[in-house]
């Protein structure tokens, strides 16, 4: 079976710029969540969806929004990119989303290096 | 505020041993807790988990301790292989759906 899959892999930008990351969750999960990993630290959560409602949000500013689609996959969006917004950028899928015992499988992430 | 830390950011340990990787949280109100390894250039990968209403969980080769009363959480790999080397993450969550991962300690087996 497919994991969780994230799309690109890598991805350069400059300042300023705007960029959207993308997510498929294994197939049967309905609720999807991103984080944010910068070298050194653990994954820092941005937002959870799920059955394409904003469950949760981070302590994240505006310029970072979500979306997830009618099939499950899920979008992210940056806007206005810093360069502290260079991190690797997580996706993970499961089933409800609630705590206790649902767990939550990682992509691989998309690496995003601003310039 | 909420807090997961870990108590040593890197781990050394000889091929064969037991490694014992620990993890300290402040939120008390967390009852389900979970470990991640994530090797380089990939994403968490789950190990094991447990509920607040447990003390012991064991998979294979791993066993995860939980002591609430010094809140405090403990991952411990039965004989370590090169293949454990990796970072190490304790999470927490407390029923919803937000969950907060630590810093990190990175495990070096040697061979």
């Known amino acids: 079976d497919a994991g969780v899959t994230q799309s690109p892999t890598h991805l350069i930008k400059t300042r300023g710029q705007h960029v959207t990351l993308r997510c498929s969750p294994i197939s049967g999960h309905k609720s999807v969540s991103w984080y944010q990993q910068v070298l050194g630290q653990g994954p820092q959560f941005i937002f959870q969806y799920y059955e394409k409602e904003e469950r949760g949000r981070g302590n994240f500013p505006d310029r970072f929004s979500a979306r997830q689609f009618p099939n499950y996959s899920s979008e992210l969006n940056v806007n206005a990119l810093l360069l502290g917004d260079s991190a690797l950028y997580l996706c993970?899928?499961?089933?409800?989303?609630?705590?206790?015992?649902?767990?939550?499988?990682f992509g691989p992430g998309t690496r995003l290096t601003v310039l | 505020g909420e807090s997961v830390g870990l108590h040593l950011p890197t781990l050394s340990v000889q091929e064969g041993d037991n490694s014992i990787i620990n993890c300290a949280y402040s939120?008390?109100?967390?009852?389900?807790f979970i470990w991640y390894k994530q090797e380089s250039g990939k994403g968490p990968q789950f190990i094991i988990d447990i509920r607040s209403n447990m003390d012991k969980r064991q998979g294979q080769r791993v066993t995860v301790l939980l002591n609430k009363t010094v809140k405090h959480l403990s991952l411990q790999i039965a004989a370590t292989q090169p293949g454990d080397s990796a970072v190490y993450f304790c999470a927490e969550n407390t029923g919803g759906f937000k969950t907060i991962f630590g810093a990190g300690t990175r495990l070096f087996v040697k061979a």
């Open positions: 939120n008390s109100a967390s009852d389900y």
């Open positions: 993970a899928s499961s089933f409800h989303g609630q705590g206790g015992g649902d767990t939550q499988y």
